[in-house]
T-cell receptor, first 112, second 114 residues
Framework: GNSVTQMEGPVTLSEEAFLTINCTYT??????LFWYVQYPGEGLQLLLKATKADDKGSNKGFEATYRKETTSFHLEKGSVQVSDSAVYFC???????????FGTGTSLTVIP | DSGVTQTPKHLITATGQRVTLRCSPR?????VYWYQQSLDQGLQFLIQ???????AKGNILERFSAQQFPDLHSELNLSSLELGDSALYFC?????????????FGPGTRLLVL
C-alpha cells in the first residue's frame, strides 16, 4: 500500500546551518507530494508541493524535488532561521485524490 | 489564519460518551477532510467529503461518523469514546478535493477522554 517515511527527529541546528529532512514514499501510479509545516499551537500549513516527477517545489527558501527513481522528496534549506523552528510533515496524495498519507513529522529546533 | 474554523478548541469528556466536533471550511471550498493526530499514530486521514457527499474513507473507526451539511460545514461524531481516542482532531478544506490541491487546515480540536 501507500506510505510515507520521513526522517525521525528531533533535529537541532544552529542558525544559518544547512537543513535536510529526508522523506521517501511508497505509492502506485503518480502521487502528488507535499511538505506541510506545523508551528506550535497551530494547524498544518502547506510549505511546498510537487505534482509530477522532477518537479521542484519551493517556498520561503525551502526546496524539495520529486524524484521518482529514488521515490524521495527530501526537504532542504540552505540557511535556517530561528523562526523555522516547527514540525515538518511529508505527505502524499494518491493519484485518485482519495487517500492521503502523512509521515510522522520531524521536529526542528533552530538555536541562535 | 487558514480560514478554516473548528469548534470547540478543547473538549474533556469521559469514556463511553459521545461528542461532536464542528468544522467550517474556507469560503468557496467544497471539500472537507478530517484527520486524527495522536502521539503514537501520527497524523491519520479519517474521511473526506465533497459538496455534501462522502468521497473517501481512511482509517475511520465504526464508532466515528461524519457528515457535511448543505452550507458545507462538517461535523465529526465520536461515540462510545475510549481513552485511546484522546487526540488532536484536525479539519482541512480544499477547493474541489483534487489530488494536487492544497489542503488548508484548521487549528484543531483537542479531545481528552478520561
Amino acid at each position: 500500500g501507500n506510505s510515507v517515511t520521513q526522517m525521525e527527529g528531533p533535529v537541532t541546528l544552529s542558525e544559518e546551518a544547512f537543513l535536510t529532512i529526508n522523506c521517501t514514499y511508497t505509492a502506485t501510479g503518480y502521487p502528488s507530494l507535499f511538505w506541510y509545516v506545523q508551528y506550535p499551537g497551530e494547524g498544518l500549513q502547506l510549505l511546498l508541493k510537487a505534482t509530477k516527477a522532477d518537479d521542484k517545489g519551493s517556498n520561503k527558501g525551502f526546496e524539495a524535488t520529486y524524484r521518482k527513481e529514488t521515490t524521495s522528496f527530501h526537504l532542504e534549506k540552505g540557511s535556517v532561521q530561528v523562526s523555522d523552528s516547527a514540525v515538518y510533515f511529508c505527505a502524499l496524495s494518491d493519484q485518485t485524490g482519495n487517500q492521503f498519507y502523512f509521515g510522522t513529522g520531524t521536529s526542528l529546533t533552530v538555536i541562535p | 489564519d487558514s480560514g478554516v474554523t473548528q469548534t470547540p478548541k478543547h473538549l474533556i469528556t469521559a469514556t463511553g460518551q459521545r461528542v461532536t466536533l464542528r468544522c467550517s471550511p474556507r469560503s468557496g471550498d467544497l471539500s472537507v477532510y478530517w484527520y486524527q493526530q495522536s502521539l503514537d499514530q501520527g497524523l491519520q486521514f479519517l474521511i473526506q467529503y465533497y459538496n455534501g457527499e462522502e468521497r473517501a474513507k481512511g482509517n475511520i473507526l465504526e464508532r466515528f461518523s461524519a457528515q457535511q451539511f448543505p452550507d458545507l460545514h462538517s461535523e465529526l461524531n465520536l461515540s462510545s469514546l475510549e481513552l485511546g481516542d484522546s487526540a488532536l482532531y484536525f479539519c482541512a478544506s480544499s477547493a474541489r478535493g483534487g489530488a494536487q490541491e492544497t489542503q488548508y487546515f484548521g487549528p484543531g480540536t483537542r479531545l481528552l477522554v478520561l
